[in-house]
């Protein structure tokens, strides 16, 4: 039953082919997502229309426990499970530089790996500088930290991985952006833009089309947006702490660390207690979805992503808990080499997938805007 | 209740109010409206749970009448008309009194069956003209029985998949038990009321043919293969009375390369209106261009059944192939029509002959698929008196068209109650139907889309709350 004899680059493209020539003849799942909108505006599915249609999906199992023909049906169609393995492929298709891509094969082993040399660089490095009674003495004072590393290596070093894992990540999106086949002005076109922030910032095709995930069973519930809010806003305020940190370092003068009351502190503390709760309530549901539905084959992708925000924000909470004993030069080399394997392996793990979702949620606000005015036409 | 719902172990353990024979829209209908009057109800459904509700699986809609334009629907469709639809449809076989009953209920089953947790959405794409009078499922008819079921067994009634009925004891016309095949074990459930929903016997070939003949062997069965007729047969054998003739049903012509059962909704083709169909022997027999699609779709099935081998040919060229609905399979193409005949297995010769007989009597107009145009052919039997325009660009494409079954029209006559009436016209004591099983009280012949699924709903919920009823007499 091959719907049809295009070429496609792999053979999840070619099963993801004929699962929307399927999907299109139908339709009936037009109202749960993007996905099926976007699906309707063609007739036929290059290798770009599927890219885009896989990381519009985002996953919420709907389709699958709604479809007439999911398996055992002889139609076998599986649109969570395909659209997942075809999102993966793409992030490895389009990291950058290509030199980099085997990452994606054993990501969770390399993620781990990064992670641990990370922790341990930082540990080896301030012991190799530092006497006995620096690293493992009582530092209260604003500077505290950076008698540990100089601010400015400090800011050096993470400024440069950061500024790394952004180009890196810019020229993936660049990659994607290209192969859908979107011009650039759609990017940079607000009202698309500012729709898909919209949509993004709520998930709102994290629903089953009002209901719910149907994550563990066809019984749908909305944990998994509620983690992943945990998740993402987790992070944005662990990002602001550290912008406002930014700001009082070169425009007040003031040095970390700072009182627990103060606005860099209670914005990382927020952040990292959502960065606890939302990573870990992902992983569970992970753990506990449908196996019919996962990308067996990266699950160490997803779960390596998840413990390194959680890992992030635990060594981060431990460290603002401990910073005035003795433990708080070995945390702070900890947290540090975690922060360092984050933002190093952003471009080599499932943190693009924000970025390409992102990505496919602007253009299709692009299109559905086109469409409307086409239809009103 | 897990064990319950999968194996047969612990099987379900009565004594039941109401026994629910069948697991589709009907079905789930009745068993939520029965116990939600009180009434102790357990479902048996002869499919494993991923088949559960047969062809309502595969349904997208349902016909109701409203008075107002709704968020999802765009405008009024008053009782008066939906019967009138349903006039001309039958061509007056329906039964003038069920009909309109059931039309006056099927506006409260809006609010209804929304409250039992099923969601509607706009009309789905390439859908329009049934956006006024349909309201379709999010989701699909899978998405709305899910939404039945969790509701039903929320309210406490169980459900035995994997449990077909094989046998019914019935006295005189009132229900005692049925016995249902659970495993390799024969079990004997008895109840004090009966909703029977079925299905119709559309799956049932050896059925089909005795009113059909030989030619019920080239036919496609569009869903569910559960769907036997069983529960009608022993119906009747217990002396309930029929209405119907056995070869009515809703027959569409699909895609001739379409599983023989369950291929569902993506087989179906809707580019009929853009070319001339072809027997195989290269003759057209019917006007392509009649009407609008939406209201001759439903005929193509008995036209491609009359056919030599029950088989034709939709032929049409490079111009058409992206103004109808995609469906499952390809076009088969060709870069004239010789080379497409030769690959169809027709004679090339007498293919290429039709088609410019076919070219030769098209008349100039302003072909427009949005209306009844003037593009039309003159002096060719049978005509095509709209959408007529040549077919000369290449490449050329065709599609294999067979009849496929939806479902059969031959019931249990039943009254307002949703009763069954017994052949000597006294109603049954204790015995209800919904659905299929009785759509023929209402569909003497010919259908309106989504009118399925009002039938099943409307007579389910009426028959669940006559079943508790008559269970605590
Ligand atoms: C492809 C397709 C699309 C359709 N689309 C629409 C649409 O959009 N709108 C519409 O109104 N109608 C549509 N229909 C028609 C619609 O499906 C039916 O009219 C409706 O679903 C009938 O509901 P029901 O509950 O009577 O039967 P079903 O939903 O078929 O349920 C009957 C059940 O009875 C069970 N059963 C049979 N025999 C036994 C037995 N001996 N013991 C126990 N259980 C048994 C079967 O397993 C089955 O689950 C469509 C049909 C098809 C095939």
């Not at chain 1, 607000?190 to 709520?202: C, E, S, V």
């Not at chain 1, 431990?318 to 003795?326: G, M, N, Q, V, W």
């Not at chain 2, 052919?377 to 009849?403: C, D, M, N, Q």
């Amino acid at each position: 039953m091959l719907a049809n004899e295009r070429i496609h680059a792999t053979d999840t493209l070619a099963e993801a082919d004929r699962l929307m020539t399927v999907c299109n003849s139908c339709r009936y799942c037009e109202g749960l997502c993007a996905v099926f909108p976007a699906m309707e505006m063609r007739r036929s599915f290059a290798d770009g229309d599927l890219n885009y249609l896989a990381n519009l999906c985002h996953g919420c199992g709907a389709c699958y426990h709604d479809c007439q023909f999911s398996p055992p049906h002889e139609f076998d169609v599986n649109v969570p499970r395909t659209l997942a393995v075809a999102r993966a492929d793409s992030y490895r298709a389009f990291a950058w530089p290509r030199a980099f891509a085997p990452l994606f094969d054993r990501n969770g082993l390399a993620v781990s790996l990064i992670a641990a040399l990370g922790v341990a660089g930082f540990i080896l490095a301030f012991a190799a500088w530092h006497d006995r009674d620096v690293l493992f003495g009582t530092h209260l004072d604003a500077g505290a930290f950076y008698a540990l590393m100089p601010h400015n290596a400090m800011a050096l070093l993470f400024g440069g991985v950061f500024l790394y894992a952004m180009v890196a990540v810019g020229m993936g999106l660049r990659a994607f952006w290209n192969d859908i086949g979107e011009p650039a002005a759609t990017l940079v076109a607000p009202k698309p833009l500012w729709q898909a922030i919209n949509d993004a910032g709520r998930l709102r095709y994290l629903d089953g089309g009002g209901v719910g995930c149907m994550n563990e069973s066809d019984k749908p519930d909305d944990n998994r947006r509620f983690y992943h809010h945990c998740t993402f806003y987790g992070f944005m305020l662990c990002f602001a702490a550290t912008c406002v940190a930014t700001l009082y370092h070169y425009l007040l003068g003031r040095e970390a660390p700072y009182p627990i009351y103060d606005l860099p502190v209670l914005l990382g503390t927020a952040g990292g207690v959502g960065l606890l709760i939302g990573p870990a309530g992902l992983l569970a549901a992970k753990l506990r979805r449908e196996r019919i539905l996962v990308d067996e084959a990266r699950l160490g992708m997803d779960v390596a992503f998840l413990v390194m925000l959680f890992l992030t924000s635990l060594t981060g909470l431990t460290l603002l808990a401990f910073r005035e004993s003795a433990a708080m030069g070995l945390l702070l080399a900890v947290h540090l080499g975690v922060v360092f394997a984050l933002f190093f392996t952003m471009p080599y793990g499932k943190f693009v997938h924000g970025l390409y979702r992102f990505a496919a949620l602007v253009r299709y606000a692009r299109e559905m805007a086109r469409h409307g005015d086409d239809a009103a036409a | 209740m897990a064990a319950r719902e999968n194996g047969a172990e612990s099987g379900p353990r009565g004594p039941y109010d109401v026994l629910v024979i069948g697991g589709g829209n009907a079905a789930l209908c009745a068993a939520i409206s029965a116990s939600r009057d009180g009434a102790r109800v357990l479902v048996l459904e002869a499919a494993p749970r991923f088949y559960r509700g047969g062809n309502t699986r595969h349904t997208r809609n349902m016909r109701c009448a409203h008075d107002t334009a709704t968020e999802i629907l765009t405008g009024p469709y008053t009782e008066d008309e939906f019967f009138d639809d349903l006039l001309r449809v039958t061509g007056g076989q329906t039964d003038e009194e069920l009909a309109r009953h059931m039309i006056h209920e099927s506006k409260d089953m809006l609010n209804w069956i929304v409250e039992q947790g099923v969601r509607f959405q706009p009309s789905l794409g390439g859908t329009l003209s049934l956006g006024r009078t349909n309201s379709f499922f999010l989701g699909g008819g899978r998405s709305m029985l899910n939404e039945l079921y969790r509701t039903a067994e929320g309210l406490g009634v169980e459900v035995a998949y994997d449990s077909e009925v094989v046998a019914l004891d019935i006295d005189d016309g009132t229900f005692r038990a049925a016995t249902v095949r659970r495993g390799d074990a024969l079990v004997r459930i008895e109840a004090r009321a009966l909703v029977a929903a079925a299905g119709g016997f559309e799956a049932n070939i050896d059925w089909l043919k005795e009113g059909w003949g030989e030619v019920a062997e080239n036919f496609l069965i569009r869903g569910t293969p559960y769907n036997r007729g069983t529960v009608l047969k022993m119906l009747m054998a217990a002396g309930v009375e029929t209405i119907g003739d056995p070869t009515q049903c809703h027959a569409v012509a699909i895609d001739a390369r379409a599983p023989k059962f369950d291929g569902g909704i993506i087989t179906r083709l809707d580019c009929v209106v853009f070319g001339i169909v072809v027997n195989n022997r290269c003759e057209r027999f019917y006007d392509e261009g009649e009407d609008i699609w939406p209201k001759r779709y439903a005929i193509w099935g008995r036209l491609v059944a009359a056919q030599p081998d029950q088989i034709a040919y939709i032929i049409f060229d490079a111009r058409s192939l992206e103004l109808f609905m995609p469906s499952l399979f390809p076009p088969i193409s060709g870069a004239s029509i010789a080379e497409l005949a030769g690959k169809l297995g027709l004679d090339a010769e007498k293919l290429t002959a039709t088609v410019e007989g076919f070219n030769a009597a098209v008349q100039p107009g302003t072909f427009d698929d949005k209306t009844l145009d003037d593009c039309r052919t003159v002096g060719l039997s049978p005509p095509k008196t709209h959408w007529a325009r040549r077919i000369e660009t290449a490449p050329f494409y065709a599609y294999p068209v067979r009849p496929g079954i939806t479902f059969t029209y031959l019931a249990t006559r039943i009254d307002r109650e949703a009763r069954m009436r017994m052949a000597d016209g006294r109603p049954a004591r204790n015995m209800f139907a919904a659905g299929e099983i009785m759509a023929g009280n209402v569909l003497g012949r010919g259908y309106a889309a989504g009118i399925g699924m009002t039938i099943g709903s409307v007579f389910g919920r009426i028959a669940g709350r006559e079943a508790a009823s008559n269970a605590r007499q």
